[in-house]
């Protein structure tokens, strides 16, 4: 099993590698020009439009999903967007430094948009070309929501934090799911095949860039917090040797948000490389889904508009295949369905779609620490510690003990909470702009700001210390208008049944964020996948292999 699969990375990762090589924007085992005597079923149909399975979307249910249809040798077209980040830049890198922002760095925008915006009230964000880059901020009323672009979807720009959520509070978010399974089968299913790993404890008690955790773990244990290790999809053996200074550095130089350079697992190095390397999945990239429908014999009809890295269209086509995944992530799908209900392209799906969406109670805040407390100029880039105080019936939160990068010292500690607020919003069609419109209450977001400040107030009460007001928009202290985790929009057994099938079509999936509805009471991208692992393999013994 292991040599099965470590083969097929072998090959998925030379397919990657020569299609960044020629620029190729379809990339499977016979364009990566690997000999076909190497594996056992060269894609049959590359040069066909209808495929027996369509993925659309290469985050972590996309992935997963595209691996498994490979496995059970079903031939299947993953879509993506965004690009294929393996070809360096005129800097040798393929990514860009947070403090160091170029084109690479969003999708199409004209300046970056950082989630902290200013440091002593002066706007950091730098103009840069646009392009198709790989981190993008999609802006609506009183809520912003930050999504990756290209082949890896979020695993290429987040924090890597690979946390599984506590038992009881899935139970409570899914009463109809068999937890036992999720946390005896899927949960460490996923957990292994991501490369979850703790931080090694040396790292964490003695590297001067692991300062800031030491000095937040020490105040919340002061104020009567618990602290816990935080899981994560880097790769710690190669932060020790960024530690002992033997290789290039990554999560150790500001790499993060904009890509990592090295260290972290990130999809493309994992899943889709295994996929690829069944031989019966084929990538196509800088291609996005623009309209579904269905024709009369049931077979799924996709529009996708093909750009180049510049943004300018060079082609439309048009797929079909028997069996369609929609795995854009919370936003995507959601914005797919939504507009193929309004316009009545698909118009049997029903009234739950768009609706459950939520931030998963994410707050960002920052104290201000003593001149005695510095919190380090050297800071890595992967948060490793969460502060805990889930179990408080009134508040419950988890604030994450962040990074902040600055190459100065600031005494500044940063957290990123997950709170568990019954906020939800909603999607709506406007017809002027052709999009989906995310619907979020300017006052939504006070629960979780209430949850938050119960925790940091206690701490800063006990430590004479302060808020920043210098670092978000509007000199707020609680960073209320951004999420990292949009979740929800197409709820598992709402808007489709309890595996994913859509309700009102036959062989339509949703396999991604948009299950969840709005909160998970801990990081999303673990859930996101033993899910999506848990729905795929039900899917593909009852609908597609009978
Ligand atoms: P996702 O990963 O968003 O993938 C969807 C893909 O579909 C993207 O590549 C899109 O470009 C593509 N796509 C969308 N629409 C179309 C279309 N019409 N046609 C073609 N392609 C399309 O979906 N989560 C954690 O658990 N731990 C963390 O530490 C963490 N940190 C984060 C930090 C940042 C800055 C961000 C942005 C997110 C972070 N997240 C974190 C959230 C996590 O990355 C997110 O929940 C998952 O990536 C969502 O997975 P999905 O499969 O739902």
Request: proline fraction near 4%; include cysteine.
């Amino acid at each position: 099993m292991k040599s099965n699969y470590s083969r097929r990375r072998f090959l998925g990762l030379s397919a990657l590698g020569t299609a960044s090589i020629f620029g190729l924007s379809t990339i499977n085992l016979l364009t990566g020009c690997i000999d076909e005597e190497l594996f056992e079923n060269p894609n049959e149909n590359t040069n066909s439009d209808h495929f027996k399975a369509i993925v659309v979307g290469t985050g972590y249910g996309g992935a997963v999903s595209a691996l498994r249809l490979g496995e059970a040798k079903i031939n299947t077209l993953m879509i993506e967007m965004g690009q294929l980040w393996d070809t360096p830049g005129d800097d040798g890198k393929v990514f860009c430094k947070i403090n160091a922002p170029d084109k690479r760095a969003m999708w199409f925008k004209n300046k970056t948009e950082l989630p902290l915006s200013s440091f002593l009230w002066i706007n950091i964000n730098r103009n840069i070309e646009s392009y198709a880059g790989v981190l993008d901020r999609l802006n609506y009323n009183n809520m912003s929501v930050y999504v990756g672009r290209g082949v890896g979807g979020g695993s290429l720009v987040n924090g890597a934090i690979a946390m599984t959520p506590p038992r009881s509070y899935f139970e409570e978010v899914f009463p109809e799911v068999d937890a036992g399974a999720m946390y005896g089968t899927y949960y460490p299913r996923a957990n292994q095949m991501l490369g979850v790993d703790v931080i090694p404890s040396n790292l964490l008690e003695n590297s001067s860039y692991y300062r800031f955790t030491r000095v937040s773990r020490k105040q919340a244990h002061r104020s009567g917090f618990k602290t816990q290790l935080v899981p994560n999809a880097y790769d710690f053996n190669y932060m020790q040797q960024e530690e002992a200074g033997t290789v290039e550095k990554s999560a150790y130089d500001n790499e993060v948000i904009y890509g990592n350079n090295a260290g972290k697992k990130s999809l493309d190095k994992t899943y889709i490389a295994d996929a690829l390397g069944t031989g019966y999945v084929t990538l196509k990239v800088l291609h996005k889904v623009s309209r579904i429908t269905q024709k009369e014999n049931g077979v799924y009809e996709l529009l996708v508009v093909e750009i180049n890295a510049e943004g300018n269209v060079v082609g439309e086509h048009t797929f079909t295949c028997d069996h369609l995944v929609l795995a854009g992530g919370t936003m995507g799908t959601s914005s797919l369905l939504i507009k193929a209900k309004a316009k009545g392209e698909l118009p049997n799906l029903n009234n739950e779609i768009g609706k459950n969406w939520g931030p998963n109670g994410n707050i960002m805040t920052a104290r201000a620490n003593h001149v005695w407390n510095p919190t380090g100029k050297k800071q890595s880039t992967i948060a490793v510690m969460a502060i805990n105080d889930w179990d408080n019936p009134a508040h419950p939160v988890i604030a994450e003990v962040s990074p902040l990068p600055m190459g100065i010292e600031s005494w500044i500690s940063l957290y990123l909470a997950i709170t568990k607020s019954p906020e939800r919003g909603y999607f709506n069609y406007d017809p002027s702009k052709d999009e989906a419109i995310l619907n979020w209450g300017a006052n939504q977001s006070e629960p979780s700001v209430a949850a938050v400040k119960n925790m940091m107030d206690k701490i800063n009460r006990k430590e004479f210390t302060t808020y920043r007001y210098d670092l978000f928009e509007d000199k707020k202290a609680f960073a209320d208008y951004f999420t990292y985790h949009p979740l929800g929009g197409c709820v598992l057994g709402k808007a489709t049944d309890l595996y994913g099938r859509v309700e009102g079509y036959q062989n339509l999936y949703v396999n991604d964020g948009s299950l969840i509805p709005g909160s998970i009471g801990a990081n999303p991208f673990v859930t996101i996948t033993a899910l999506a692992e848990r729905n795929i393999e039900n899917i593909i013994k009852n609908d597609i292999l009978i």
